[in-house]
């Protein structure tokens, strides 16, 4: 058994080590990390035992919640003021890595479960940035610590929709949903595509343009409880892989958000652009770690496989061929570029002093993303062709994990997209649009 982390055999033994699953993709964890991180392997066997029926039925395991809830990781990432664990990025992009290598679908949705705590920490750093004036800092307050709360204190999970299904030209995002003032609050209507959790999570936290204009400076956050009248779900899908996140959109129709659970003082979600130190939504990188994962576990269980069985006729292990070896070789290469790529976006979004200017770290991201989906998927292609036609059952770890980290390629957005954004802003010196706001 090989301990680094494209080193092939099965995965180490967290126990006999004595170091997280997460140490895998983290290398230099702090003594609070490890907490963090040996909670995190607390719930793997769990996710691990629902695995493949989820992936069979297309359906979240509803169990989940409740597991991961009890250890405290729906705080992973909120303040311990707030009542969570008081991680930052490292934490989560390890938890995603260590969950993925059981079930990267939960992993995916933990991630968006957590990614919504961006939503409460970007406002309350804007404020200390001194980018509200004072009469807009009690309203942006109240809503940034009603969203910890909500995710540390409460321990319910939130879950975070920004995407819709028809994107305007050169925009990541487009924003269609729409709020309108009414008596005491706001009348949302619109449909999200995409964000996880669909009838899983207690509470939507939900991006709109205000009906006041169309620019960024229009763009609001709603918290919404799942039950809010008018919150309806959209057609469950039916994909290829990442089967089990409940990733089907919601549908909002005419549904009333209160002021209090409402941010939507002009320009605020500009000001929580201008202090994350990645992209508008933040975090994403711990998303490509759920990919870094899966590809993990399908690289351990391809060398496992190809190690420990024989041919017939010798002693010899079938990864012994020369065309075995040389399939060997693809996974590592491809493997090991998967790690470089997010490790370096990590080290970039959270080293203290910043090592480059923010603009380069997205440009820098847009690369990475599709690069760590790309090289992720190709370690799939290569433990499939090698490990043969006796691993291609559909609940197997190589056709899941091949599935799953196809879905990669669109959710992770490919490669080729992530280098023409990137030197559009090493030409232009402008990152280009992140998201629009426009219907079409």
């Not at 920004?162 to 050169?170: I, Y």
Request: with cysteine; hydrophobic share 40%.
């Amino acid at each position: 058994m090989i301990k680094s982390p494209a080193s092939g055999g099965s995965l180490p033994n967290t126990d006999s080590y004595n170091s997280p699953r997460g140490a895998l993709l983290i290398e230099d964890l702090t003594e609070a990390e490890l907490e963090r991180a040996h909670r995190v392997d607390s719930v793997l066997p769990a996710l691990a035992a629902r695995a493949i029926e989820a992936d069979r039925s297309g359906e979240f395991p509803i169990e989940h919640v409740q597991t991961i809830s009890e250890t405290g990781l729906l705080g992973l990432t909120v303040p311990v003021e707030y009542g969570g664990l008081g991680g930052g990025l490292r934490d989560l992009a390890a938890a995603t890595f260590a969950m993925a290598t059981e079930c990267a679908s939960t992993s995916l949705a933990y991630f968006f479960q957590c990614s919504g705590s961006s939503r409460g920490l970007l406002p309350l750093a804007a404020i200390d940035a001194g980018l509200f004036p004072d009469d807009e800092i009690p309203t942006v307050r109240a809503f940034g610590e009603k969203v910890l709360r909500r995710m540390g204190d409460e321990g319910r999970w939130v879950a975070n929709f920004a995407s819709e299904s028809v994107r305007t030209k050169g925009a990541a995002v487009t924003i269609a949903t729409e709020a309108s003032r009414a008596d005491g609050g706001w009348v949302i209507n619109g449909v999200k595509s995409f964000g996880c959790a669909t009838g899983i999570a207690d509470d939507y936290l939900v991006t709109a343009k205000l009906d006041t204009g169309d620019t960024a400076a229009d763009l609001a956050v709603f918290l919404i409880p799942r039950s809010t009248p008018g919150v309806a779900e959209r057609t469950k899908w039916d994909a290829v892989g990442m089967r089990a996140t409940a990733t089907h959109g919601i549908i909002l129709e005419n549904v009333f958000v209160p002021d209090e659970d409402s941010l939507t003082v002009p320009g605020a979600f500009v000001n929580m652009t201008l202090v994350s130190r990645g992209s508008f939504v933040g975090n994403q990188v711990a998303l490509s770690s759920v990919y870094v994962g899966a590809a993990q576990a399908i690289y351990d269980f391809a060398m496992n496989y190809l190690t420990s069985t024989k041919y017939a006729n010798s002693d010899d292990p079938i990864g012994s061929s020369d065309v075995h070896r040389q399939l060997i070789g693809k996974m590592r290469s491809h493997l090991d570029t998967a790690f470089l790529w997010a490790r370096r976006q990590i080290e970039l979004e959270t080293a203290d002093p910043e090592i480059l200017a923010k603009g380069d770290v997205i440009a820098n991201w847009r690369i990475a993303k599709g690069e760590i989906a790309d090289n992720c998927f190709q370690v799939a292609v290569h433990a499939l062709k090698a490990c043969g036609t006796s691993n291609t059952g559909m609940s197997g770890p190589i056709s899941r994990g091949f599935r799953d980290l196809s879905m990669a390629l669109v959710q992770g957005f490919p490669a080729e997209r992530g280098r023409l954004e990137a030197a559009s802003y090493l030409v232009s010196g402008s990152e280009g649009a992140q998201f629009g706001t426009l219907k079409s």
